[in-house]
Nanobody
């Protein structure tokens, strides 16, 4: 089995920063893309940022220039550095990873349970 465990969410004032972490564990053979999605109340889940195993990154338009995604392949961990946070960044942030597990040829998508980020004065 595979688990994704997020950490680092919390309450921050507008203009502040937070760093999210997501560690994958279990019977992992390799990890392809990893990413962060978010979902605010009443909204659909949206892509925040993603990163391939080779380090290529993609960002949602609303976070470009403010958020930075990175990963540590040795630790099976992905990070999201969030700067210049705005109230509209308030959401539950979910970690996602496409993982090849031992005994399977193709990768599958796994999700964390989410961590709440609240941006408020």
């Amino acid at each position: 089995q595979v688990q994704l465990v997020e950490s680092g969410g919390g309450l921050v004032q507008p203009g502040g920063s937070l760093r999210l972490s997501c560690a994958a564990s279990g019977s992992i053979r390799s990890i392809n893309a990893m990413g962060w999605y978010r979902q605010a109340p009443g909204n659909q889940r949206e892509l925040v940022a993603s990163i391939t195993s080779g380090g290529s990154t993609t960002y949602g338009d609303s976070v470009k220039g403010r958020f930075t995604i990175s990963r540590d392949n040795a630790k099976n961990t992905v990070y999201l550095q969030m700067n210049s946070l705005k109230p509209e960044d308030t959401a539950v942030y979910y970690c996602n990873a496409n993982i090849k597990v031992v005994g399977r040829f193709f990768g599958m998508d796994y999700w964390g349970k989410g961590t709440l980020v609240t941006v408020s004065p």
